[in-house]
Every structure is written in structure tokens, then in C-alpha cells.
């Protein structure tokens, strides 16, 4: 296969690609040698934060723009590496005079500012572990986070704070310190002004030299298929965000990088905050949230490079149609990605068309605290698949049996994607919830509770969660092949697909569909869409029903909840319901 010309490395330089031979590079790889990148400290220690910021003070990277931050209005303001250094520093002197000692939990509840990243990293410098809370968590998911976690202290806004916490905080045992950060105007009773309080603070820090497998992150899942679980990651972790920003998002130092995740998720902070600094690039932090006008706006101004967005953003942005797109300049873009959810084949030709890029898929979840499969810029691309795994890292597909699991051989079988542990930011744990970690392994692998399957090449195509997959007469239907045909036909905007319980079948497939502006639900556009999945899927694999509904309930990053879409069809007991976009703020 020849490479589709789908770079266009036109930043003002010729970039060439940091991973040009795939196979090269697996062969060649060790998680040594992706640690000598970094700089370490002395005796075996590191810190992520200390990689991220530190080891750039001395070098041109220092003063080159580490955040370009996008304020709700005005004018951008850019911080440097050493500016951002220096912030990070006030915050960790701040924490060490409060007492607080490494090992114990910093939560941050904030929106995109300035003070989020500087915090976050003043946290990992400290020793502490970092938390984020995504800032539109209304207050029952933030107070069931705080207890399981119990952290120390938590740094948040006056606005979010006055919101959501000033009615029980203050009495949660654990919690001895809220931390006020963005303008403060008044800081309420129990709390402390900590912009204020950091300009007293010195900007010289000693970052603490950690062992590798000392806690530096508390990740909640999205909770997509249930109560969120708390996944632990370490320190060490950092050899594997750096070197998958290099290898699967290809950032060399000159980009100009967005990536729209939250730092409230795992994304926006091993790809949104530490992945990027590692490496030495500028990022682009915008405080608003989509606006497909904006999100053009800024691709187009900031001169975006590459771009790390995920399914949902794209299914909006293809909503509103290709002539918006058209009407910027995107032509500084050169790297488009993807990941969160299946990234439908027709968003994939949608980049190809509207944008001149189609976009390079990647999976990983909360727990392998990195990307662990990906379509590189040296690799042909097929549209679906999720591209194969990163150098030093190995993928496989298993089938259970009564012994264990099984290695799957055969292309067309579908089975559990597994991963050969370790690797760096593997998870050490889901907090208070140690059997549910232990069976989450069998042997050297990790099971993944996502099925996938694997092609002659070597690529990997997810079919769905283990628990969205249906079994209908016979046939294990993953919900993303429908899915992905009923985002062909040009009305559909979003598309949920679950199984229903049936006598004969035993399930049957049904579908729900979000239209485009411009198209009204009827009889005959239904007919039309389950005619269309006849076709292409047969009538054993298409969907019986097809629902009309404004908009599919998904997590606030932005995934489809099968779950809810089943519990409600069903009649059955909602669930969590604490990362539902749209819940109760
Ligand atoms: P929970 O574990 O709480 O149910 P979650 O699994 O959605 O929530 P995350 O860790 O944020 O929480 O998401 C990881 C999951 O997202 C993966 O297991 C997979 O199901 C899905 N996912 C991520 N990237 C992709 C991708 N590129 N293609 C398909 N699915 C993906
Ligand atoms: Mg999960």
C-alpha cells in the first residue's frame, strides 16, 4: 500500500514525520530508550512536572509561548515556558506552606484559565496527586468524587465554588483547604485568595524528586457504562505521554497544537496539558466551549497545526455543513486526530473534503492513562479502524475460554482487545476498589472490556463496549457498524444504537437518530434509513426500529449513552447519571 498524500506539512517548514517507518520504529523501540529522552533526576527519581516545565529552562524552548490562552473575549495572551514555570512554582510554595504533603490530593475544579494548568503542575511539583473535576459537574458528582478520593485540598473559582461547594465543603473531613483561583473578589469565609496568595510566594521551587511509581494522578472514568471508577497513575507515567504526543500526534516543537478535551478528563491532561509541554510545543487553551464558528475561527487565527478534537465535535461541525469550513483559511492545519469514541468512516472523508485532512483516529482509555493505538502520519489510513498499536506497546484480541483467554488469529473473528502489561502509565489501580483492579488482568494482559478485531495488516477495528455488543440470532452485533452506516445517509446527524430483548432473536437491533438542521422525522425519512442499512448491512444486522429523537444523551466529553438509551427504552433503573451532558448542573 502506498501512503495517501494525506499530510500537508505546510507550517513554513518541511516537517518530516517522527515516526517515518512504522515498522522501523516497533522494532527499534524500548521504554528505556523513550525515558532517555527525558531529562530524570538524580537516583532513578522524576516528575512529570519537572519534564514538563523544568528541564526547558535552559534551553530556547523557555521562552517560546507554552500556552496561548483564548480568553471568553479579548485579545490572546500567551504564556511562556518559563512564565508558566514560574506561576506553577508559586502555587507549589503555596501548597508546602499550607502543610501539605506529598502523596496528599489536590482536586481542581476550574474551567479553562490560565490557573488550571498552573496549578495542575505546582501540584505534581509538590508531590501531590492532581485531580481534575470537569467544571459543568453539578454538585452530587463533585461531593461522590471528594469522598472517594478524599483530597486535601481543593482549588476551584470564587463563581464555582459560591455554585457548587460553599453548602458542604467546608464540613467534608478530608478537605482542609480551598484554594480560589481566576479573579477573586471577595473570598468567602474558609476559603483562601490564592491568586492573591501566590503573588507573596517566591517563583523558585525545588520540584520534588519522586520515585516512578509514586502517585501523581487520580483519573475518574467518563462513566459511560456505569458509577466512574477512580483510576491511579503514577509519575512514570510521563515516558508514555510524551513519547505517544511524539509518535500518534506527531508534535515536534514547532506546532501550534489544540487539543479540545477538557482538562476535566483524562485527554485534556495527559494530551491537553502534560503531552504537549513535554514535548515543547505551544497550546492553544480556549476558556469557551463549541461554537462552530469559533472552533473555525481559531483553527484559522492561532494557525493551528494539529489538532486533537474527538467524534462528537466533528459529528457538529459536520452538521453545520461544509460551507462554514470553507469560508476560513485552514490551511496551516497539517495533522488532524480523533479519539473518545468510533470515529465513523464518514467523518474521516468528511476532514478528507471539507478540511483537506482526514482525521487519524486513536484509542485509549482512562486506565492506559496514554494513547495505545493509533494511525500515524507515516501509515495509510483506513477509515474505521483505529490504526495499530504504538511502538512499545503490544495489542492483541482474545477470546475467553474456561481456562483464560485465547489469542485470536483470524481476521474476521471478534474478540476482547487486550494489552501486554506493563507500560508506563498503565494504571496502578481503581481507587478503594482493588478486586475490580485485579480482574481487569489475566496473565500479562489487560483486559480492555472493548472488542475489536483484528485485519491481515495488523490494524485494529473496534466493534463496541462488551456491554453495547448485541446478540441477535446468532450474530455478535457491534453498535458502531450501524452506527457508521447510518451516518451515511445525509440526514443523520448522530446515531445511538442499542439491542432490545426479542423472544425469537433474542435481541433485535434498534436505532436512534439526531437529523441535521433542515430535516424533519417522518414516516418516509425513516423508511429511507432503515432501507439504507438493509442495504448495506442485511437484514440479520440492520436495525428494525429506527427513532427519531433531538439529541442522544451522551457523557459531558461527549460519548453516546447506550446505556441510557437501552435503560429508558427498557424501563429500566437509569444509573449514574453524573456525567450525563445536559444533567443538573
Ligand atoms: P466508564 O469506564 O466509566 O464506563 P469510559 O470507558 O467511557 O467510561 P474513558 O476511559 O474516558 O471512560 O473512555 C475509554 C473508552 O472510550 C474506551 O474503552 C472505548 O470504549 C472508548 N473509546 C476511546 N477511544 C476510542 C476510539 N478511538 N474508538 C472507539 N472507542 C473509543
Ligand atoms: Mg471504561
Not at 478485531?453 to 453498535?479: M, T
Request: charged share 25%.
Amino acid at each position: 500500500m502506498t501512503p495517501p498524500p494525506d499530510q500537508k506539512r505546510d507550517t513554513g517548514k518541511t516537517l518530516a514525520p517522527n515516526l517515518p517507518d512504522y515498522e522501523r520504529a516497533r522494532a527499534a523501540f524500548s521504554w528505556q530508550q523513550a525515558r532517555e529522552e527525558l531529562a530524570g533526576m538524580p537516583d532513578g527519581k522524576l516528575n512529570i512536572a519537572y519534564e514538563a516545565l523544568d528541564r526547558h529552562l535552559d534551553t530556547p524552548t523557555a521562552d517560546r509561548t507554552a500556552i496561548r490562552f483564548l480568553p471568553r473575549e479579548g485579545p490572546p495572551v500567551d504564556i511562556s515556558y518559563r512564565e508558566l514555570a514560574e506561576r506553577s512554582n508559586r502555587f507549589a510554595n503555596l501548597l508546602q506552606e499550607l502543610g501539605l504533603q506529598p502523596g496528599d490530593g489536590v482536586y481542581c475544579l476550574a474551567h479553562r484559565i490560565p490557573d488550571l494548568y498552573a496549578a495542575a503542575l505546582g501540584t505534581l511539583k509538590h508531590g501531590c496527586v492532581f485531580t481534575p473535576l470537569f467544571s459543568a459537574f453539578g454538585p452530587e458528582p463533585i461531593r461522590s468524587r471528594v469522598e472517594i478520593g478524599e483530597p486535601v485540598a481543593i482549588v476551584t473559582t470564587e463563581r464555582l465554588y459560591r455554585r457548587k461547594l460553599a453548602e458542604w465543603i467546608l464540613e467534608t473531613p478530608s478537605v482542609r483547604h480551598v484554594l480560589l483561583i481566576g479573579d477573586v473578589a471577595d473570598a468567602p469565609d474558609g476559603t483562601l485568595d490564592a491568586d492573591q496568595a501566590m503573588t507573596r510566594q517566591s517563583a523558585d521551587y525545588a520540584t520534588r524528586p519522586m520515585n516512578p511509581e509514586d502517585r501523581a494522578l487520580l483519573h475518574f472514568t467518563s462513566g459511560t457504562t456505569g458509577k466512574p471508577k477512580g483510576a491511579i497513575h503514577v509519575h512514570e507515567a510521563v515516558v508514555a505521554h510524551h513519547i505517544t504526543g511524539k509518535h500518534a500526534l506527531d508534535l515536534p516543537p514547532e506546532d501550534i497544537y489544540w487539543c479540545t478535551a477538557d482538562p476535566g478528563w483524562v485527554t485534556g491532561t495527559s494530551y491537553g496539558i502534560i503531552s504537549p509541554l513535554t514535548n515543547g510545543t505551544t497550546m492553544v487553551v480556549d476558556e469557551e466551549e463549541f461554537d462552530a464558528e469559533r472552533w473555525y475561527r481559531i483553527l484559522q487565527d492561532q494557525r493551528v497545526t494539529v489538532w486533537y478534537t474527538a467524534p462528537t465535535a466533528i459529528r457538529m461541525l459536520m452538521k453545520y455543513g461544509p460551507e462554514l469550513a470553507r469560508q476560513h483559511d485552514l490551511s496551516r492545519l497539517r495533522f488532524l486526530s480523533s479519539v473518545g469514541e468510533p470515529l465513523n468512516p464518514e467523518s474521516v472523508h468528511w476532514g478528507r473534503h471539507t478540511l483537506g485532512l482526514p482525521f487519524h483516529d486513536n484509542w485509549w482509555q482512562t486506565e492506559t492513562g496514554g494513547i495505545m493505538i493509533a494511525n500515524f502520519t507515516s501509515m495509510p489510513i483506513k477509515p474505521g479502524s483505529m490504526g495499530r498499536p504504538v511502538p512499545g506497546v503490544e495489542a492483541a484480541v482474545v477470546r475467553h475460554t474456561n481456562e483464560g483467554i485465547e489469542l485470536i488469529n483470524d481476521p474476521a473473528e471478534t474478540g476482547e482487545l487486550v494489552l501486554k502489561t506493563p507500560w508506563p502509565s498503565m494504571f496502578r489501580g481503581y481507587l478503594h476498589e482493588d478486586e475490580r483492579y485485579r480482574k481487569c488482568f489475566i496473565g500479562d494482559w489487560y483486559l480492555t472490556g472493548d472488542l475489536a478485531r483484528c485485519d491481515e495488516d495488523g490494524y485494529l477495528w473496534f466493534i463496541g463496549r462488551a456491554d453495547d455488543v448485541i446478540k441477535s440470532s446468532g450474530h455478535l452485533i457491534g453498535p458502531f457498524e450501524v452506527e457508521s452506516v447510518l451516518m451515511e445517509h445525509p440526514s443523520v446527524a448522530e446515531a445511538g444504537v442499542i439491542g432490545i430483548p426479542d423472544e425469537v432473536a433474542g435481541e433485535t437491533v434498534k436505532a436512534f437518530v439526531s437529523l441535521k438542521p433542515g430535516f424533519e422525522p417522518g414516516e418516509n425519512l425513516m423508511k429511507e434509513i432503515l432501507g439504507l442499512a438493509r442495504k448495506r448491512l442485511g437484514p440479520a444486522v440492520a436495525p428494525r426500529q429506527v427513532e427519531f429523537r433531538d439529541r442522544l444523551p451522551s457523557t459531558r466529553s461527549g460519548k453516546i449513552m447506550r446505556r441510557l438509551l437501552r435503560a429508558r427504552e427498557l424501563g429500566l433503573p437509569e444509573g449514574d447519571t453524573s456525567t450525563l451532558e445536559g444533567g443538573k448542573e
